[in-house]
């Protein structure tokens, strides 16, 4: 079974940055989608966004246009999320996720999650 592997989550200050690290061990990238979701606190999970070689980028929320960008290194077999400007409104835990494809909807398999915390 493939086990994702999120890190990089922290507290930072309203209009900072972090990035989002998430591991893929044994996945093949050009095969597979990988996204970013989020749960805030008392609301449902949310899709961020998505990559896929197939179809690029597919932001599934709207906020975060211009702001989040996600990246990998496959290499490393590595999704990152970059996240800029940061709000309090997206203070929750991220979820990395993989896919045969993008869907904000859900996925086969499924890291941990992060806790991001942004502060006024």
């Known amino acids: 079974e493939v086990q994702l592997q999120a890190s990089g989550g922290g507290l930072v200050q309203a209009g900072g940055s972090l990035r989002l690290s998430c591991e893929a061990p044994?996945?093949?990238?050009?095969?597979?989608?990988f996204s970013w979701f989020r749960q805030a606190p008392g609301k449902e999970r949310e899709g961020v966004l998505c990559?896929?070689?197939?179809?690029?980028?597919?932001y599934y929320t709207d906020s975060v246009k211009g702001r989040f960008t996600i990246s990998s290194n496959n290499a490393k077999n590595t999704v990152y999320l970059e996240m800029n400007s940061l709000k309090p409104e997206d203070t929750a835990v991220y979820y990395c996720?993989?896919?045969?494809?993008?869907?904000?909807?859900?996925?086969?398999?499924w890291g941990q999650g992060t806790l991001v915390t942004v502060s006024s």
């Open positions: 996720a993989a896919n045969d494809k993008c869907s904000a909807y859900g996925a086969n398999f």
């Open positions: 044994g996945l093949i990238f050009d095969d597979h989608a």
């Open positions: 990559v896929s070689s197939r179809d690029g980028i597919t």
